[in-house]
C-alpha cells in the first residue's frame, strides 16, 4: 500500500462548473464540467510547495475511465461512479441533476471514486488513470487506442454463458445471491430513509407553526407575552436547522449508494468467471469431440449417430489416404485444443486466485466503511433527538417563567 498513488498524490475534485457546448452531433447541451486538482505530496515533506496541476473533466470522462478500468481489470472490484441522477430522495429535494446541491454531493462523489482507485493496490498503478488526472487534451484518443472496447464482453454472451455453464464455482454462485440481497437490503433501507426524512421535515416545520402562534398570541398578553415570546423564538430556531440536518442526511445516504453501486461492481467479476468458465467448458467439450472422431476414423467405427456416417454408408467408405490426411488435420487440432485448454486452465486458476484478494479486500473495506456510516448516522439522529429535548426543555423554563 506504501506504492500508492493517494500516498504520493493528493487528489482533489475542487469544483463544478455548469457549461454549454456542442456534442457529438453538433447539438447545444449543458453540462457540468468538475476541477480536478492534483499535488506531489513528496515536495510538501521536504518543506517545498509543490505546485498544483489542475484540469476539467466531464461526467462522461469519468464514465469512460471506469468502463476501461472495468474491461482492463476484470478480477477487481472496481470502484463506483456516483449517480448520475438522483434517486431514493425524498419529495423536497430536487432530482434535477442540474441543481446545485446535487451537482455539489456528485462533485464529493467524484472525487471519493478518484481516492478510491489512487488507494487500490492495483488500480492505481495503471497509466491511463495517472493520464486521466494529468492530461487534459489527447486523454481520450489515448484510451481508445488501448482498443479496451474490443475487449468487452457483451451482456448477451454473459447471460447465455449465465444459463450454459455446468459447473459453476459454488464461491462465485454465492457472491452473486450476496450481491443481489446487499443490493435489496440498501434499496430497502435508503427508501425508508426518504420516508422518514419526509416525516422529519414536517415535525420541524411544524415547530415552526408553534413559533408562530406563540408569536402572535405574545402581543395580546402582558404578564405572559414575553415567555411565549421567547418560546416561540426556540421552536423558530429548531424549525430551521432540519435544512442543516436533512443535509447531513443524504451525505451518509450517499455513503450507502456507493455500496448500492459496488453490488453491480461484484456482479462484474462473477459475470466474468462464468464466462472463462462457459468458454473452458466449451474448448473442453471441442477437444473431446475432435478426440472421439479421430478414434472412429482410426478404427473405422462409429459410435453416435452423425450426417458424416450417414454419407459414408449411402456413397461409400473414404479411401486410405483421405483417412490418415483427416487423422492428421485432427490430429494437429487435438494438440492445438490440448494447448488451449491448459491456458484456459491456467488462466482460469490466475483469475480466482487474484479475483478472490480482491474481493477478500473488497469485503474489509465495506464492512469498515459500513460500520463507520451507521455510526456516524446513528450518533446524528441522537444529536437530533437532544436538540428536540433542549428546545422542549427550554420551552418549559419560558413557560414557568410566565
Same mark, same amino acid.
Given at each position: 500500500?506504501?506504492?500508492?498513488?493517494?500516498?504520493?498524490?493528493?487528489?482533489?475534485?475542487?469544483? +463544478?462548473?455548469?457549461?454549454?457546448?456542442?456534442?457529438?452531433?453538433?447539438?447545444?447541451?449543458?453540462?457540468?464540467?468538475?476541477?480536478?486538482?492534483?499535488?506531489?505530496?513528496?515536495?510538501?515533506?521536504?518543506?517545498?510547495?509543490?505546485?498544483? =496541476?489542475?484540469?476539467?473533466?466531464?461526467?462522461?470522462?469519468?464514465?469512460?475511465?471506469?468502463?476501461?478500468?472495468?474491461?482492463?481489470?476484470?478480477?477487481?472490484?472496481?470502484?463506483?461512479?456516483?449517480?448520475?441522477?438522483?434517486? /431514493?430522495?425524498?419529495?423536497?429535494?430536487?432530482? =434535477?441533476?442540474?441543481?446545485? &446541491?446535487?451537482?455539489?454531493?456528485?462533485?464529493?462523489?467524484?472525487?471519493?471514486?478518484?481516492?478510491?482507485?489512487?488507494?487500490?493496490?492495483?488500480?492505481? !498503478?495503471?497509466?491511463? /488513470?495517472?493520464?486521466?488526472?494529468?492530461?487534459?487534451?489527447?486523454?481520450?484518443?489515448?484510451?481508445?487506442?488501448?482498443?479496451?472496447?474490443?475487449?468487452? *464482453?457483451?451482456?448477451?454472451?454473459?447471460?447465455?454463458?449465465?444459463?450454459?455453464?455446468?459447473?459453476? *464455482?459454488?464461491?462465485?454462485?454465492?457472491?452473486?445471491?450476496?450481491?443481489?440481497?446487499?443490493?435489496?437490503?440498501?434499496?430497502?433501507?435508503?427508501?425508508?430513509?426518504?420516508?422518514?426524512?419526509?416525516?422529519?421535515?414536517?415535525?420541524?416545520?411544524?415547530?415552526?407553526?408553534?413559533? @408562530?402562534? /406563540?408569536?402572535?398570541?405574545?402581543?395580546?398578553?402582558?404578564?405572559?407575552? &414575553?415567555?411565549?415570546?421567547?418560546?416561540?423564538?426556540?421552536?423558530?430556531?429548531?424549525?430551521?436547522?432540519? =435544512? &442543516?440536518?436533512?443535509?447531513?442526511?443524504?451525505?451518509?445516504?450517499?455513503?450507502?449508494?456507493?455500496?448500492?453501486?459496488?453490488?453491480?461492481?461484484?456482479?462484474?467479476?462473477?459475470?466474468?468467471?462464468?464466462?472463462?468458465?462457459? *468458454?473452458?467448458?466449451?474448448?473442453? !467439450? &471441442?477437444?473431446?469431440?475432435?478426440?472421439?472422431?479421430?478414434?472412429?476414423?482410426?478404427?473405422?467405427?462409429? @459410435?453416435?449417430?452423425?450426417? %458424416?456416417?450417414?454419407?459414408?454408408?449411402?456413397?461409400?467408405?473414404?479411401?486410405?489416404?483421405?483417412?490418415?490426411?483427416?487423422?492428421?488435420?485432427?490430429?494437429?487440432?487435438?494438440?492445438?485444443?490440448?494447448? !488451449?485448454?491448459?491456458?484456459?486452465?491456467?488462466?482460469?486458476?490466475?483469475?480466482?486466485?487474484? +479475483?478472490?484478494?480482491?474481493?477478500?479486500? /473488497?469485503?474489509?473495506? %465495506?464492512?469498515? *466503511?459500513?460500520?463507520?456510516?451507521?455510526?456516524?448516522?446513528?450518533?446524528?439522529?441522537?444529536?437530533?433527538?437532544?436538540?428536540?429535548?433542549?428546545?422542549?426543555?427550554?420551552?418549559?423554563?419560558?413557560?414557568?417563567?410566565?
Amino acid at each position: 500500500m506504501e506504492d500508492c498513488l493517494a500516498k504520493k498524490m493528493e487528489i482533489t475534485v475542487s469544483e +463544478a462548473e455548469k457549461r454549454t457546448g456542442r456534442n457529438a452531433v453538433n447539438m447545444q447541451e449543458t453540462y457540468t464540467a468538475y476541477l480536478i486538482e492534483t499535488r506531489a505530496v513528496e515536495s510538501q515533506s521536504e518543506g517545498q510547495c509543490a505546485p498544483v =496541476d489542475s484540469l476539467w473533466r466531464r461526467y462522461s470522462e469519468f464514465e469512460l475511465l471506469r468502463n476501461y478500468l472495468s474491461v482492463t481489470y476484470p478480477h477487481i472490484v472496481v470502484p463506483p461512479l456516483p449517480e448520475k441522477r438522483a434517486d /431514493f430522495v425524498w419529495h423536497k429535494l430536487s432530482a =434535477d441533476n442540474m441543481d446545485p &446541491d446535487f451537482v455539489e454531493r456528485r462533485r464529493i462523489g467524484l472525487e471519493n471514486f478518484l481516492l478510491r482507485v489512487a488507494s487500490h493496490p492495483v488500480l492505481c !498503478q495503471d497509466k491511463i /488513470f495517472y493520464s486521466f488526472l494529468t492530461q487534459e487534451g489527447g486523454w481520450k484518443e489515448m484510451v481508445n487506442e488501448t482498443g479496451f472496447q474490443l475487449k468487452a *464482453d457483451s451482456r448477451l454472451k454473459a447471460l447465455n454463458a449465465t444459463f450454459r455453464v455446468k459447473n459453476p *464455482d459454488k464461491r462465485f454462485t454465492e457472491l452473486k445471491h450476496y450481491s443481489d440481497e446487499l443490493q435489496s437490503v440498501i434499496s430497502h433501507l435508503l427508501r425508508v430513509r426518504a420516508r422518514v426524512a419526509d416525516r422529519l421535515y414536517g415535525v420541524y416545520k411544524v415547530h415552526g407553526n408553534y413559533g @408562530r402562534v /406563540f408569536s402572535e398570541w405574545s402581543a395580546i398578553e402582558k404578564e405572559m407575552g &414575553d415567555g411565549l415570546q421567547s418560546a416561540g423564538h426556540h421552536m423558530d430556531v429548531y424549525a430551521a436547522s432540519i =435544512d &442543516d440536518i436533512l443535509e447531513e442526511e443524504e451525505h451518509y445516504a450517499d455513503q450507502l449508494k456507493e455500496y448500492l453501486f459496488y453490488a453491480e461492481a461484484l456482479r462484474a467479476v462473477c459475470r466474468k468467471h462464468e464466462l472463462m468458465q462457459y *468458454d473452458l467448458e466449451m474448448a473442453a !467439450q &471441442d477437444l473431446t469431440s475432435k478426440k472421439q472422431q479421430c478414434e472412429e476414423l482410426a478404427t473405422g467405427t462409429v @459410435r453416435t449417430f452423425s450426417l %458424416k456416417g450417414m454419407t459414408s454408408k449411402l456413397f461409400g467408405q473414404e479411401t486410405p489416404e483421405q483417412r490418415e490426411a483427416k487423422i492428421k488435420v485432427l490430429e494437429e487440432q487435438i494438440q492445438e485444443g490440448e494447448e !488451449q485448454l491448459k491456458s484456459k486452465n491456467l488462466e482460469g486458476r490466475d483469475f480466482v486466485k487474484s +479475483a478472490w484478494a480482491d474481493i477478500e479486500r /473488497f469485503k474489509e473495506q %465495506k464492512n469498515h *466503511d459500513l460500520k463507520e456510516a451507521l455510526i456516524s448516522y446513528a450518533v446524528m439522529q441522537i444529536s437530533m433527538c437532544k436538540k428536540g429535548i433542549q428546545v422542549w426543555t427550554n420551552a418549559k423554563e419560558c413557560f414557568s417563567k410566565m
